[in-house]
């Protein structure tokens, strides 16, 4: 947990003391806590943030027994908390009231004997835990007294009691921020008849699903940033790593988009879903998802939406989503004209094969030790039978490189006729790049048109992608 601390020196303690009340009262927020019984001498104040946490303000015991926190730091909507050093803690809320709060309770639950001033979402907050834990209590007494398949059944029907509970205070208090946490972690339940009465597939119960997965989400509001991991991140991630898990990129920027149109409302929502979803597809080992990294990019980092970016970031993302987009899987392959080793010229595009592979490695490079010789048996396994060439690149040639170069492929034997070695000190274009060759090995597969078919291969794809495009064809 980030620990933010703010102690005063004793000028400055000296100064406040001086200050006329008129002047004191420039604080953002003045945030009091009592814990009776307790001996704690310092106190956290802490929010949520997506799938982590971060405090914000420390404050020492008074003589009174008091943790004062105030700051002239406006305070974000959210779900905050306070924390001792030792993991205790107790969460409150703050939203759409002037966080001027006095909270006092008792060591031995700090929740159950929380008393509020000044904050009507905090008193409708607490008296929910209050309701809440007297359902959990029961459910402990019972688990007691009764046999397994008894309180089964009794759980079972607390549960939806409670569960009714809960809506029925969503349904009467849908502005209060808690109403709008628990409503956000709600699953969508699909219609089973449409609207002309007809009772519905299961691929329109799916569509249906996946165009409503965020209506109970209020991702208009920034507050809802600042909650628990379970709130808002989980909600979010389940919907990209599992729910569309390996879905074609279309379908992935199909959705995405109204989510992230939403999120335009709520700055802070939508500054990190942007650049969650950027880094995630960023670093996705799928393929065909550079088109969702690409798409995040151009139309909405490199936007005038993009508020918290430098001008030199966002220039680096445009420049890098430049090199992919022409490097999609359904794009053209660059084209290519290296020397062999005998310094004879060999040209990407004319090379006469059906299927071409295109990889860039070195015999410095620790993964390409390993995956170059696995998929170069691959390669020698179904060169003939699919009728495939390679196009491989030293891709850091000095003398001493080139020598291991040789070396290597003398050790391993990769000396197929088929099996192009090319020299990547002399070519026609800067291939590093042209192919934002940044790490190796990088490996592509190309057909006969010279278009990309298949990237980001390695030694445990190399013979499922093969054989599935090469022989499907």
């Given amino acids: 947990m980030k620990r933010f601390f703010k102690i005063a020196t004793l000028l400055s303690l000296a100064l406040l003391v001086a200050l006329p009340a008129q002047a004191r009262k420039k604080n953002k927020y003045e945030i009091t806590l009592t814990i009776k019984g307790g001996a704690d001498t310092v106190m956290y104040l802490g929010h949520y943030y997506a799938k982590g946490n971060d405090v914000v303000d420390t404050a020492f015991r008074d003589k009174k027994g008091r943790f004062v926190f105030t700051g002239t730091d406006t305070l974000a909507n959210g779900l905050y908390f306070f924390a001792n050093p030792r993991g205790m803690y107790v969460e409150f809320v703050v ?125 208009e509001d920034n507050a809802i940033i600042r909650t628990p991991k379970a709130v808002f991140y989980d909600r979010v991630m389940n919907f990209y790593d599992n729910i569309l898990k390996f879905t074609p990129p279309e379908v992935i920027i199909h959705y995405m988009d109204p989510m992230l149109e939403r999120a335009k409302k709520a700055p802070d929502v939508f500054m990190y879903l942007v650049m969650h979803l950027t880094q995630k597809y960023l670093q996705s080992n799928v393929m065909v998802y550079d088109e969702v990294y690409v798409h995040l990019v151009k139309n909405y980092y490199a936007t005038d939406d993009n508020f918290w970016s430098s001008p030199s970031s966002i220039d680096k993302e445009v420049q890098r989503a430049t090199k992919w987009e022409r490097l999609l899987v359904g794009r053209e392959a660059p084209e290519l004209i290296l020397f062999d080793t005998l310094h004879i010229p060999h040209s990407l595009h004319a090379l006469p094969h059906k299927w071409k592979l295109l990889v860039f490695w070195s015999p410095n490079c620790g993964h390409c030790k390993h995956i170059v010789p696995n998929v170069y048996k691959v390669f020698e396994k179904y060169s003939s039978q699919y009728d495939i060439g390679a196009f491989t690149i030293l891709s850091d040639p000095d003398d001493k490189t080139r020598a291991e170069w040789r070396k290597f492929m003398a050790d391993h034997n990769m000396n197929s006729p088929a099996w192009l070695s090319l020299d990547g000190g002399e070519a026609n274009v800067d291939w590093h790049d042209v192919y934002d060759i940044v790490t190796t090995p990088q490996i592509y597969l190309i057909d006969e048109n010279n278009i990309i078919q298949a990237k980001k291969i390695g030694e445990d794809t190399a013979e499922r992608i093969i054989t599935a495009i090469c022989g499907g064809q």
């Fill in 95 to 219: 939203y759409h009231e002037k966080p001027f709060f006095t909270f006092e309770t008792e060591q031995s639950n700090w929740t159950a004997n929380m008393k509020v001033k000044g904050s009507h979402e905090n008193d409708f907050f607490f008296q929910f835990h209050r309701t809440d834990a007297a359902f959990t209590a029961d459910l402990t007494d019972k688990s007691y007294t009764m046999d397994s398949l008894q309180f089964a059944r009794y759980r079972y029907q607390k549960l939806l009691e409670l569960d009714n509970i809960k809506m029925d205070l969503i349904e009467k208090n849908p502005d209060r921020f808690l109403s709008k946490m628990m409503l956000a972690t709600k699953e969508i339940e699909p219609p089973t008849i449409g609207p002309n009465g007809d009772s519905l597939t299961m691929d329109q119960r799916r569509e249906y699903y996946l165009e409503h997965y965020f209506d109970n989400m209020p991702l």
